[in-house]
C-alpha cells in the first residue's frame, strides 16, 4: 500500500475490522494507536469463562468460514502469532425429525449424497462453478462496491444471489432436503428468507463450506484478536483497552486519521458534530437490523445427537424443514419471537481439546429475535436442541444467557443485540451504510479506499469501518 499523506492514526474500536485496518495502516508505515472501550481487546472475536473455570466459551463469533478465505487474511503471518484454525471435518449438520441428518461437505458430491436424488443435478448445478472460481467471487464480494474484475463469475453469482431464498429454495430444489438446508445457511443474513438478496448469503457461505470450510480457531475466537494485536506491535502498532472515546475531538491533529471501527451510530455519537448535517442525516436514516438470543453451555458430554453425523461438524442448524425456518425468520422480522426458533448450534470442543477439561464440553447456541426484545429464549432454543438431540438438557453442568441487551452492555456496536452492524437488507448490503460506501467526502478528507478494504474483508457484511473528517 502507498504511503499516506499522515503519519499517524487511531482507530477507534478492536474488533476484528479495527484490528485489520490498524496491521494494513501500520504495515504502510504510519503509526498506529487503537483505542477499546471494553477491558478486553476483540469485539466479535472474544472468548472467556463465561460459564465455569476450564471453560472456554466464545462470546461472539465461532465460526469462520469468512476468516480463513479473506484476501487480506492471508498475507498476514497470523499463524507464527498463534492463530491455527481447525477444519472440523464437516463444516455444518441440519438434522431432520426423521433422525438422519443434510450434511455439508467439503466435498460437492458427498454433500449430494445427503440430498435427495432428485436434487443432485440442480445443487451440482448451482455450485460446482462458483466453487471452483472462488477466489475470483471472494476478491469482488469482499471489495467495496465497483464493477467487478471477473464479471462472469461475479454475474452467475448474482443471477441467483439476488433473489430471495425462498424464491431460490422453491424453483430449484424439488426435495425437502435441500431446500432445508438452504434455507438454514441463508437465514444467516437475519432478515426474514422472502427478502431479495437473502439467497446470496446461503450461496456464499455454502461456497465457502465446500472451498475453505467453516473453520474455528484453536483455544477460541479470542486468539483471532491475539494474533493481529501481537502482528500490529510487531509492526509498532499499540493497543489501548478500558478506553472508550466519548469524542474524536481529543484525537484529532493535521498528521493523525481517525478510523472508527463502529456502526453509524457509534459514529455519530463520537464524531457527529464534525460531519456535514446531508451526510449526518443519511446516518441517522441507516437502519439496524434483528438481533440474537444466545445461551452458552458447559457440558459433561458431547450433544447427543440422533442424526450421529452431527458430530462431525462444527455447526448445527436447526430448526427442521424449510417451511418452518422460513415461518421462524418470518416471525422474529415482524417483531415477534418464535416458538420454535431456528437456531445455530458451534460445538467446537469436539475439535479442539483446549475448550473445556478432559472429557468435558462447551456448545453455544443463538436464535433470532426482533431487536431489543426481552423475551427469554432459553427453553425455547433447548426445546428445540432435545427435538434432535434427546437428553440434551442431561448433559449440562452449566449455562450463561446473554439477552440483547447484555451483547450491547458489553459490546456498544450490537446495538439491540444486532450482530450485523445493521440490517443486511438489499440496499444496505450494497450500499453501506450510505450511497457513499466508506467517504464522508469531508473538507480535509481523502478517502483512502484500500484501507478500508481489508477490514471490511473479514465477515463481509457487519462492520463500519469509517476514516472521519481531519
Ligand atoms: C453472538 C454472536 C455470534 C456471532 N457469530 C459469528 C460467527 O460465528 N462468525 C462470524 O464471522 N461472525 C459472527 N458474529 C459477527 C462478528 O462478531 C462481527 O461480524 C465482527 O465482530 C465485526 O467486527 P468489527 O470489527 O466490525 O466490530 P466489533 O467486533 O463489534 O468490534 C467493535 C469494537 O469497538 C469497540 N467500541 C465501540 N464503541 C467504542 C468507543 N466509543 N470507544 C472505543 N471502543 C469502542 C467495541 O467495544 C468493540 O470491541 C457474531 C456476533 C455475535 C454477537
Not at 479473506?70 to 498475507?75: A, D, G, Q, V
Not at 458451534?346 to 431487536?371: E, I
Request: aromatic share 6%; net charge positive; proline share 6%.
Amino acid at each position: 500500500m502507498k504511503r499516506s499523506n499522515f503519519s499517524q492514526a487511531i482507530v477507534i474500536g478492536s474488533g476484528p475490522n479495527g484490528l485489520a485496518a490498524a496491521v494494513e495502516l501500520a504495515r504502510s508505515g504510519v503509526s498506529v494507536r487503537v483505542l477499546e472501550a471494553q477491558k478486553t481487546i476483540g469485539g466479535g472475536t472474544r472468548s472467556g469463562e463465561l460459564t465455569l473455570p476450564g471453560f472456554v466459551h466464545d462470546i461472539c463469533s465461532a465460526v469462520h468460514p469468512l476468516g480463513v478465505a479473506s484476501p487480506f487474511f492471508r498475507t498476514l503471518p497470523l499463524a507464527s502469532h498463534g492463530l491455527e484454525w481447525i477444519q472440523p471435518p464437516a463444516p455444518l449438520a441440519h438434522p431432520l425429525d426423521d433422525g438422519t441428518a443434510v450434511m455439508l461437505e467439503r466435498s460437492i458430491a458427498e454433500t449430494c449424497e445427503t440430498l435427495d436424488e432428485v436434487d443432485v443435478k440442480a445443487y451440482r448445478k448451482l455450485m460446482k462453478p462458483l466453487v471452483d472460481d472462488w477466489e475470483n467471487l471472494v476478491s469482488d464480494l469482499l471489495a467495496p462496491i465497483g464493477i467487478p474484475r471477473h464479471p462472469i463469475t461475479a454475474a452467475r453469482f448474482g443471477f441467483r444471489g439476488l433473489r430471495s431464498a425462498e424464491g431460490l429454495a422453491k424453483s430449484l430444489f424439488k426435495g425437502e432436503r435441500a431446500r432445508a438446508m438452504f434455507a438454514g445457511i441463508s437465514a444467516h443474513s437475519l432478515l426474514s428468507l422472502d427478502q431479495k438478496a437473502t439467497a446470496s448469503f446461503g450461496l456464499m457461505l455454502g461456497i465457502m463450506g465446500h472451498a475453505v470450510g467453516w473453520a474455528i480457531p484453536r483455544g477460541g475466537s479470542q486468539k483471532i484478536a491475539d494474533a493481529l494485536c501481537s502482528y500490529l506491535r510487531l509492526l509498532g502498532g499499540e493497543v489501548v483497552a478500558d478506553s472508550p472515546v466519548e469524542t474524536i475531538d481529543d484525537l484529532l491533529s493535521s498528521e493523525t486519521v481517525v478510523l472508527c471501527d463502529l456502526t453509524t451510530r457509534g459514529l455519530i455519537k463520537v464524531a457527529g458534530h464534525k460531519l456535514p448535517d446531508g451526510y449526518r442525516r443519511k446516518l441517522e436514516r441507516y437502519r439496524n437490523g434483528n438481533a440474537v438470543f444466545k445461551v452458552d453451555w458447559a457440558l459433561n458430554n458431547p450433544i447427543p445427537w440422533k442424526a450421529k453425523e452431527c458430530v462431525r461438524a462444527g455447526t448445527v442448524h436447526l430448526g427442521g424443514t424449510f417451511a418452518e425456518i422460513v415461518e421462524s425468520e418470518n416471525a422474529m422480522s415482524k417483531g415477534r419471537n418464535p416458538e420454535k426458533p431456528y437456531a445455530l448450534v458451534a460445538q467446537p470442543s469436539l475439535f479442539d481439546s483446549t475448550r473445556a477439561p478432559a472429557g468435558k464440553h462447551v456448545a453455544w447456541s443463538y436464535c433470532h429475535v426482533p431487536n431489543g426484545s426481552t423475551f427469554d429464549m432459553t427453553t425455547c432454543i433447548e426445546n428445540q436442541i432435545e427435538r434432535f438431540a434427546p437428553g440434551f438438557r442431561d448433559c449440562v453442568i452449566e449455562r450463561k444467557v446473554t439477552t440483547p441487551a447484555e451483547h450491547e452492555r458489553h459490546n456498544a456496536n450490537l446495538i439491540g443485540g444486532n450482530i450485523s452492524g445493521g440490517s443486511q437488507d438489499i440496499r444496505q448490503l450494497f450500499l453501506r451504510p450510505t450511497s457513499r460506501l466508506y467517504s464522508t467526502r469531508s473538507r480535509g478528507f481523502t478517502f483512502a479506499r484500500r484501507q478500508h478494504r481489508p477490514a471490511a474483508a473479514f465477515t463481509g457484511c457487519a462492520a463500519i469501518t469509517r476514516r472521519v473528517p481531519l
